[in-house]
């Protein structure tokens, strides 16, 4: 899983990209990029180099074990799937973990979003 700030720049510790990378903040809407979560609103080609659609259900996302609100969730690209999240308002500043449950799966364990007022 990837994330991003809606400016396309990179969410993470200040030091992890110098000048690239930033902490999400409480409140903000950010990207989440991820494969693997199902069938969309429209049909998918195999053989097609660009692929959309609406996930036909939204994902179940969670920040520091707080549900995040789901703006958008479809696929992008062939396999590969954005999540629109807002970061809850209520986190601290740190490393929080991050899920996403769609269809009874759920992304890896271990995955973190830094946060930071």
Same mark, same amino acid.
């Given at each position: 899983m990837?994330?991003?700030?809606?400016? %396309?720049?990179? !969410?993470?510790?200040?030091? *992890?990209?110098?000048?690239?990378?930033?902490?999400?903040?409480?409140?903000?809407?950010?990207?989440?990029?991820?494969?693997g979560?199902? #069938?969309?609103?429209?049909?998918?080609?195999?053989?097609?180099?660009? %692929?959309g659609?609406?996930?036909?259900? *939204?994902?179940? &996302?969670? !920040?520091?074990?707080?549900s995040?609100?789901? #703006?958008?969730?479809?696929?992008v690209?062939?396999?590969?799937?954005?999540?629109?999240? #807002? &970061?809850?308002?209520?986190?601290?500043?740190?490393?929080?973990? *991050?899920?996403? #449950?769609?269809?009874?799966?759920?992304? %890896?364990?271990?995955?973190?979003?830094? &946060?930071?007022?």
């Amino acid at each position: 899983m990837a994330a991003r700030h809606a400016d %396309q720049s990179l !969410i993470g510790p200040a030091s *992890l990209y110098p000048g690239s990378s930033a902490p999400a903040k409480p409140g903000e809407t950010v990207e989440l990029y991820a494969n693997g979560f199902g #069938t969309t609103n429209q049909a998918v080609g195999s053989a097609s180099v660009s %692929q959309g659609g609406m996930l036909s259900l *939204l994902p179940a &996302v969670s !920040i520091g074990g707080t549900s995040a609100t789901v #703006t958008f969730a479809g696929l992008v690209a062939p396999g590969l799937f954005q999540i629109n999240v #807002t &970061v809850p308002a209520s986190l601290s500043d740190g490393d929080q973990p *991050l899920s996403a #449950t769609s269809n009874g799966s759920s992304t %890896q364990s271990g995955v973190l979003i830094t &946060v930071r007022h």
